[in-house]
């Protein structure tokens, strides 16, 4: 399991999902994950708004995060 900040949030690397949290008043709220990385994540690096992550097989992917307010096609 990975944690990275990112923008302000929490980025995780859980098995093969990458996903975005958010603090809410009580817990953790998830908002958004991919999960079309192929392998066991391994790394997780951000350079402003694109996130690099890394895998045991495959090498590295890439990701950028879009933030849409107010709608619910948005994410990694």
């Not at 944690?3 to 302000?8: A, C, E, K, S, V």
């Not at 980025?11 to 999960?35: F, H, M």
């Not at 997780?44 to 619910?72: F, M, T, W």
Request: charged share 25%; glycine share 12%; net charge positive.
């Amino acid at each position: 399991m990975l944690f990275l900040h990112f923008q302000g949030r929490i980025l995780a690397g859980i098995g093969r999902i990458v996903r975005k949290y958010d603090l809410g008043k009580r817990k953790l709220l998830r908002k958004c994950e991919n999960r079309s990385i192929p392998t066991l994540i391994v790394t997780l690096h951000n350079q402003g708004g694109r996130i690099d992550v890394g895998d045991v097989q495959e090498s590295v992917h890439y990701a950028s995060y879009i933030d849409c307010i107010g709608q619910q096609d948005c994410g990694l």
